[in-house]
Protein backbone atom coordinates (compact mmCIF):
# COMPACT_ATOMS: atom_id res chain seq x y z
CA UNK A 1 0.00 0.00 0.00
CA UNK A 2 2.82 2.36 0.90
CA UNK A 3 4.71 1.53 -2.35
CA UNK A 4 1.32 2.04 -4.40
CA UNK A 5 0.97 5.65 -2.37
CA UNK A 6 4.80 6.53 -3.45
CA UNK A 7 4.39 5.71 -6.89
CA UNK A 8 0.76 7.37 -7.01
CA UNK A 9 2.93 10.59 -5.14
CA UNK A 10 5.58 10.53 -7.96
CA UNK A 11 3.13 10.54 -10.73
CA UNK A 12 1.30 13.24 -9.55
CA UNK A 13 4.50 15.24 -8.75
CA UNK A 14 6.04 14.15 -12.56
CA UNK A 15 2.69 15.78 -13.90
CA UNK A 16 2.93 18.75 -12.03
CA UNK A 17 6.00 19.50 -13.10
CA UNK A 18 5.28 19.02 -15.98
CA UNK A 19 2.59 21.35 -15.94
CA UNK A 20 4.61 23.62 -14.53
CA UNK A 21 7.53 23.53 -17.04
CA UNK A 22 5.33 23.82 -20.02
CA UNK A 23 5.67 27.19 -22.13
CA UNK A 24 3.13 29.76 -21.55
CA UNK A 25 4.40 32.79 -23.60
CA UNK A 26 7.52 34.66 -24.05
CA UNK A 27 9.25 38.05 -23.55
CA UNK A 28 8.65 39.62 -26.91
CA UNK A 29 9.38 43.23 -25.54
CA UNK A 30 12.24 44.75 -22.86
CA UNK A 31 13.89 47.36 -21.73
CA UNK A 32 16.10 48.24 -18.73
CA UNK A 33 16.20 46.11 -15.64
CA UNK A 34 13.58 42.84 -15.98
CA UNK A 35 13.88 40.06 -14.00
CA UNK A 36 12.37 36.53 -13.07
CA UNK A 37 12.14 34.13 -9.61
CA UNK A 38 11.68 30.93 -11.01
CA UNK A 39 11.85 27.87 -8.91
CA UNK A 40 13.84 29.84 -6.16
CA UNK A 41 16.51 31.14 -8.67
CA UNK A 42 16.53 34.51 -10.14
CA UNK A 43 17.17 34.52 -13.48
CA UNK A 44 17.33 37.87 -15.76
CA UNK A 45 14.84 38.29 -18.80
CA UNK A 46 15.93 39.40 -22.06
CA UNK A 47 14.22 39.08 -25.47
CA UNK A 48 12.79 35.65 -26.07
CA UNK A 49 12.69 34.46 -22.83
CA UNK A 50 10.00 31.57 -22.46
CA UNK A 51 7.43 31.90 -19.66
CA UNK A 52 6.12 29.11 -17.60
CA UNK A 53 3.56 28.99 -14.79
CA UNK A 54 4.50 30.31 -11.39
CA UNK A 55 7.09 32.65 -12.86
CA UNK A 56 7.41 35.92 -10.67
CA UNK A 57 7.92 38.31 -13.09
CA UNK A 58 9.98 41.82 -12.06
CA UNK A 59 10.62 45.37 -13.82
CA UNK A 60 13.40 47.99 -12.35
CA UNK A 61 13.13 51.72 -12.38
CA UNK A 62 14.03 51.50 -15.93
CA UNK A 63 12.90 48.72 -16.96
CA UNK A 64 9.79 47.45 -19.62
CA UNK A 65 8.53 43.96 -20.62
CA UNK A 66 6.03 42.62 -23.04
CA UNK A 67 4.38 39.38 -22.66
CA UNK A 68 2.56 37.23 -25.17
CA UNK A 69 1.11 34.45 -23.95
CA UNK A 70 0.67 30.99 -26.86
CA UNK A 71 -3.11 32.10 -26.86
CA UNK A 72 -2.08 35.48 -28.48
CA UNK A 73 -2.44 37.37 -25.28
CA UNK A 74 -0.89 40.72 -25.15
CA UNK A 75 0.26 42.07 -21.48
CA UNK A 76 2.38 44.94 -20.54
CA UNK A 77 4.53 45.92 -17.71
CA UNK A 78 6.14 49.28 -16.89
CA UNK A 79 8.51 50.58 -15.13
CA UNK A 80 8.46 49.09 -11.03
CA UNK A 81 5.87 46.45 -11.22
CA UNK A 82 5.49 42.80 -10.03
CA UNK A 83 3.59 40.15 -11.61
CA UNK A 84 2.93 36.18 -10.95
CA UNK A 85 1.59 34.03 -13.52
CA UNK A 86 -0.82 32.07 -11.30
CA UNK A 87 -2.44 29.59 -13.91
CA UNK A 88 -2.71 29.69 -17.45
CA UNK A 89 -4.19 26.84 -19.39
CA UNK A 90 -4.98 26.89 -23.00
CA UNK A 91 -5.25 23.38 -24.81
CA UNK A 92 -8.53 23.11 -27.34
CA UNK A 93 -7.48 19.39 -28.15
CA UNK A 94 -9.79 18.19 -25.41
CA UNK A 95 -13.11 18.29 -25.50
CA UNK A 96 -14.67 20.38 -23.44
CA UNK A 97 -11.51 22.50 -23.86
CA UNK A 98 -9.01 24.14 -21.36
CA UNK A 99 -8.81 27.47 -21.40
CA UNK A 100 -7.88 29.87 -18.31
CA UNK A 101 -6.09 32.53 -17.07
CA UNK A 102 -5.08 34.32 -13.96
CA UNK A 103 -2.49 36.31 -13.08
CA UNK A 104 -1.46 38.25 -9.82
CA UNK A 105 -0.15 42.08 -9.94
CA UNK A 106 1.23 42.74 -6.84
CA UNK A 107 2.22 46.42 -7.56
CA UNK A 108 3.15 48.85 -10.69
CA UNK A 109 1.47 49.78 -13.92
CA UNK A 110 0.17 46.77 -16.89
CA UNK A 111 -2.12 46.23 -19.53
CA UNK A 112 -3.93 43.60 -21.40
CA UNK A 113 -5.28 42.74 -24.13
CA UNK A 114 -7.73 39.53 -24.72
CA UNK A 115 -6.62 36.67 -26.51
CA UNK A 116 -8.07 33.44 -27.56
CA UNK A 117 -8.86 32.49 -23.99
CA UNK A 118 -11.36 35.09 -23.64
CA UNK A 119 -12.63 34.55 -26.90
CA UNK A 120 -13.14 31.26 -26.51
CA UNK A 121 -15.20 31.53 -23.16
CA UNK A 122 -12.54 30.89 -20.51
CA UNK A 123 -12.05 32.69 -17.42
CA UNK A 124 -9.54 35.81 -17.41
CA UNK A 125 -8.95 37.18 -13.88
CA UNK A 126 -6.17 39.72 -12.74
CA UNK A 127 -6.18 40.18 -8.42
CA UNK A 128 -4.53 42.61 -6.70
CA UNK A 129 -4.43 43.11 -3.20
CA UNK A 130 -7.97 45.12 -3.04
CA UNK A 131 -9.57 43.89 -6.26
CA UNK A 132 -10.38 41.05 -8.54
CA UNK A 133 -10.48 42.04 -12.56
CA UNK A 134 -13.00 39.63 -14.41
CA UNK A 135 -11.77 40.12 -18.21
CA UNK A 136 -15.15 39.97 -20.65
CA UNK A 137 -12.71 40.15 -24.54
CA UNK A 138 -11.59 43.53 -23.81
CA UNK A 139 -8.59 45.78 -23.27
CA UNK A 140 -7.72 47.63 -19.84
CA UNK A 141 -4.71 49.59 -17.91
CA UNK A 142 -3.90 49.73 -14.59
CA UNK A 143 -1.80 50.79 -12.00
CA UNK A 144 -1.68 48.89 -7.91
CA UNK A 145 0.32 51.57 -5.70
CA UNK A 146 2.35 50.16 -2.69
CA UNK A 147 -0.99 50.75 -0.62
CA UNK A 148 -2.70 48.31 -2.64
CA UNK A 149 -4.98 50.98 -4.41
CA UNK A 150 -6.33 49.34 -7.76
CA UNK A 151 -7.46 51.58 -10.53
CA UNK A 152 -8.51 49.84 -13.54
CA UNK A 153 -9.38 51.85 -17.13
CA UNK A 154 -11.21 50.39 -19.47
CA UNK A 155 -9.54 51.22 -23.49
CA UNK A 156 -9.97 50.57 -26.53
CA UNK A 157 -7.84 47.15 -28.09
CA UNK A 158 -5.38 46.90 -31.08
CA UNK A 159 -8.54 46.49 -33.87
CA UNK A 160 -10.38 49.25 -31.82
CA UNK A 161 -13.01 47.27 -30.28
CA UNK A 162 -14.31 47.87 -26.55
CA UNK A 163 -15.66 45.11 -24.69
CA UNK A 164 -16.51 45.48 -20.85
CA UNK A 165 -14.71 44.48 -17.33
CA UNK A 166 -15.79 44.09 -14.06
CA UNK A 167 -14.38 45.15 -10.99
CA UNK A 168 -14.92 43.81 -7.45
CA UNK A 169 -13.85 43.54 -3.91
CA UNK A 170 -15.73 42.04 -0.75
CA UNK A 171 -17.95 45.22 -0.34
CA UNK A 172 -19.36 44.93 -4.38
CA UNK A 173 -18.20 46.10 -8.19
CA UNK A 174 -18.54 47.71 -10.47
CA UNK A 175 -18.50 46.93 -14.76
CA UNK A 176 -17.26 49.08 -16.95
CA UNK A 177 -18.69 49.00 -20.98
CA UNK A 178 -17.74 52.98 -21.72
CA UNK A 179 -14.31 53.41 -23.20
CA UNK A 180 -11.62 55.36 -21.02
CA UNK A 181 -13.69 55.39 -17.82
CA UNK A 182 -11.69 53.95 -15.06
CA UNK A 183 -12.72 53.24 -11.46
CA UNK A 184 -10.86 52.77 -8.24
CA UNK A 185 -10.70 50.25 -5.47
CA UNK A 186 -9.14 51.91 -2.30
CA UNK A 187 -9.06 48.36 -0.02
CA UNK A 188 -11.09 45.46 -0.60
CA UNK A 189 -13.80 45.97 2.56
CA UNK A 190 -14.24 49.71 0.72
CA UNK A 191 -17.38 50.05 -1.29
CA UNK A 192 -16.26 51.06 -5.29
CA UNK A 193 -17.72 53.62 -6.78
CA UNK A 194 -19.54 53.62 -10.53
CA UNK A 195 -17.30 54.40 -13.47
CA UNK A 196 -15.92 57.88 -14.15
CA UNK A 197 -14.76 59.47 -17.49
CA UNK A 198 -11.03 60.64 -17.72
CA UNK A 199 -10.08 63.67 -18.66
CA UNK A 200 -7.81 65.70 -21.00
CA UNK A 201 -4.96 65.14 -18.97
CA UNK A 202 -5.70 61.81 -18.14
CA UNK A 203 -6.15 60.21 -21.51
CA UNK A 204 -2.83 62.19 -22.65
CA UNK A 205 -0.78 60.70 -19.59
CA UNK A 206 -2.22 56.95 -20.06
CA UNK A 207 -0.28 53.92 -19.91
CA UNK A 208 -1.63 52.49 -22.49
CA UNK A 209 -0.59 49.11 -25.15
CA UNK A 210 1.61 50.82 -26.89
CA UNK A 211 3.53 52.96 -24.32
CA UNK A 212 6.03 50.14 -23.35
CA UNK A 213 6.87 49.62 -27.24
CA UNK A 214 7.51 52.95 -27.52
CA UNK A 215 9.62 53.64 -24.35
CA UNK A 216 11.82 50.55 -26.21
CA UNK A 217 12.17 52.70 -29.41
CA UNK A 218 12.50 55.43 -28.01
CA UNK A 219 15.35 53.63 -26.20
CA UNK A 220 16.66 51.64 -29.33
CA UNK A 221 17.17 55.48 -31.05
CA UNK A 222 19.21 56.62 -28.15
CA UNK A 223 21.60 53.44 -27.46
CA UNK A 224 22.12 53.04 -31.51
CA UNK A 225 24.30 56.29 -31.51
CA UNK A 226 26.05 55.50 -28.16
CA UNK A 227 26.53 51.94 -29.78
CA UNK A 228 28.13 53.90 -33.07
CA UNK A 229 30.10 56.72 -30.78
CA UNK A 230 31.61 53.32 -29.45
CA UNK A 231 32.26 52.02 -32.70
CA UNK A 232 34.06 55.52 -33.81
CA UNK A 233 36.10 55.80 -30.90
CA UNK A 234 37.07 52.07 -31.52
CA UNK A 235 37.55 53.19 -34.73
CA UNK A 236 39.70 56.38 -33.85
CA UNK A 237 41.74 54.59 -31.66
CA UNK A 238 43.08 51.70 -34.07
CA UNK A 239 43.12 55.24 -36.66
CA UNK A 240 45.26 56.65 -33.91
CA UNK A 241 47.54 53.79 -33.22
CA UNK A 242 47.30 52.94 -37.20
CA UNK A 243 48.83 56.74 -37.67
CA UNK A 244 51.08 56.73 -34.39
CA UNK A 245 53.10 53.77 -36.26
CA UNK A 246 52.96 55.55 -39.39
CA UNK A 247 54.23 58.75 -37.57
CA UNK A 248 57.12 57.30 -35.97
CA UNK A 249 57.81 55.53 -39.66
CA UNK A 250 57.69 58.85 -41.41
CA UNK A 251 59.39 60.51 -38.32
CA UNK A 252 62.22 57.67 -38.51
CA UNK A 253 62.70 58.71 -42.24
CA UNK A 254 62.18 62.40 -41.31
CA UNK A 255 65.31 62.20 -38.90
CA UNK A 256 67.56 59.69 -41.32
CA UNK A 257 66.95 62.53 -43.88
CA UNK A 258 67.33 65.43 -41.40
CA UNK A 259 71.05 63.41 -40.60
CA UNK A 260 71.59 63.68 -44.12
CA UNK A 261 70.61 67.08 -44.62
CA UNK A 262 72.84 67.83 -41.91
CA UNK A 263 75.22 66.35 -43.07
CA UNK A 264 75.24 68.20 -46.63
CA UNK A 265 74.11 71.48 -45.20
CA UNK A 266 77.78 71.68 -42.78
CA UNK A 267 79.39 70.52 -45.91
CA UNK A 268 77.75 73.43 -47.72
CA UNK A 269 78.90 75.64 -44.87
CA UNK A 270 82.27 74.90 -44.89
CA UNK A 271 82.67 75.24 -48.30
CA UNK A 272 80.59 78.84 -47.78
CA UNK A 273 83.24 79.48 -45.20
CA UNK A 274 85.87 78.46 -47.65
CA UNK A 275 84.67 80.41 -49.91
CA UNK A 276 84.37 83.34 -47.68
CA UNK A 277 87.79 83.65 -46.14
CA UNK A 278 89.49 83.51 -49.93
CA UNK A 279 87.25 86.20 -50.70
CA UNK A 280 87.86 88.36 -47.42
CA UNK A 281 91.65 87.20 -48.27
CA UNK A 282 90.89 88.70 -52.28
CA UNK A 283 89.58 91.66 -50.78
CA UNK A 284 92.03 92.87 -47.98
CA UNK A 285 94.19 92.44 -50.57
CA UNK A 286 92.81 94.40 -52.85
CA UNK A 287 91.70 97.22 -50.43
CA UNK A 288 95.53 97.14 -49.08
CA UNK A 289 96.55 97.76 -52.87
CA UNK A 290 94.08 100.86 -53.06
CA UNK A 291 95.13 102.23 -49.78
CA UNK A 292 98.81 102.43 -51.48
CA UNK A 293 97.33 104.27 -54.19
CA UNK A 294 95.47 106.56 -52.59
CA UNK A 295 97.77 107.80 -50.21
CA UNK A 296 101.04 107.85 -53.37
CA UNK A 297 98.11 109.89 -55.03
CA UNK A 298 97.75 112.38 -51.89
CA UNK A 299 101.63 112.91 -51.54
CA UNK A 300 101.78 113.93 -55.18
CA UNK A 301 98.85 115.55 -54.60
CA UNK A 302 100.36 117.67 -51.17
CA UNK A 303 104.02 117.72 -52.92
CA UNK A 304 102.45 119.75 -55.74
CA UNK A 305 99.96 121.90 -53.93
CA UNK A 306 103.49 122.66 -51.48
CA UNK A 307 105.73 122.97 -54.76
CA UNK A 308 103.07 125.90 -56.06
CA UNK A 309 102.57 127.72 -52.27
CA UNK A 310 106.57 127.69 -52.04
CA UNK A 311 106.95 129.22 -55.45
CA UNK A 312 104.16 131.31 -54.77
CA UNK A 313 105.77 132.41 -51.08
CA UNK A 314 108.96 132.98 -52.75
CA UNK A 315 107.73 135.19 -55.38
CA UNK A 316 106.25 137.23 -52.92
CA UNK A 317 109.23 137.57 -51.15
CA UNK A 318 110.83 138.44 -54.02
CA UNK A 319 108.05 141.12 -54.84
CA UNK A 320 108.16 142.23 -50.63
CA UNK A 321 112.16 142.53 -51.21
CA UNK A 322 112.12 144.72 -54.26
CA UNK A 323 109.59 146.83 -53.16
CA UNK A 324 111.47 147.26 -50.21
CA UNK A 325 114.51 148.26 -51.78
CA UNK A 326 112.17 149.84 -54.02
CA UNK A 327 111.40 152.42 -50.94
CA UNK A 328 114.71 152.61 -49.57
CA UNK A 329 115.93 154.07 -52.69
CA UNK A 330 112.85 156.48 -52.78
CA UNK A 331 113.35 157.53 -49.47
CA UNK A 332 117.14 157.83 -49.97
CA UNK A 333 116.73 159.78 -53.17
CA UNK A 334 113.99 162.28 -51.53
CA UNK A 335 116.26 162.82 -48.03
CA UNK A 336 119.07 164.12 -50.85
CA UNK A 337 116.84 165.97 -52.51
CA UNK A 338 115.29 167.72 -49.13
CA UNK A 339 118.85 168.29 -48.47
CA UNK A 340 120.25 169.54 -51.51
CA UNK A 341 117.39 171.94 -50.97
CA UNK A 342 118.16 172.99 -47.73
CA UNK A 343 121.54 174.26 -49.08
CA UNK A 344 120.37 175.84 -51.68
CA UNK A 345 118.58 178.17 -49.71
CA UNK A 346 121.03 179.01 -47.24
Request: aromatic share 6%; with cysteine.
Amino acid sequence: MKKFLSIVSFLVLLSFNAIAGTKVGEIVGQMGTTWNEREGKTETVIMGYELQMNDFLQTGEDGGMILSYVDDTKFTMGPNTEVIIDEFAFDTSMVPIEVAMNISVNVGSFTYESGSVSELGGDVTISTATATVTMQGTAISGTVDTTGKTTIILIPDSKGDVGQVTVSNESGSQTLTNVYTSVTVFADNVSIKPPSPLGNNEKKNLFDLDSVEENIEDEKKFSTPAMENEDVEILENETEETDFEILEDVEGKEVEMEIDEAQELEEEIISEELTVAETETITTTDLSIDTTQWIGMMLNRCMQKWTKHTLMLLVVQIVLGTLSIGIQLIGMLLIGMLTWTIIMIY
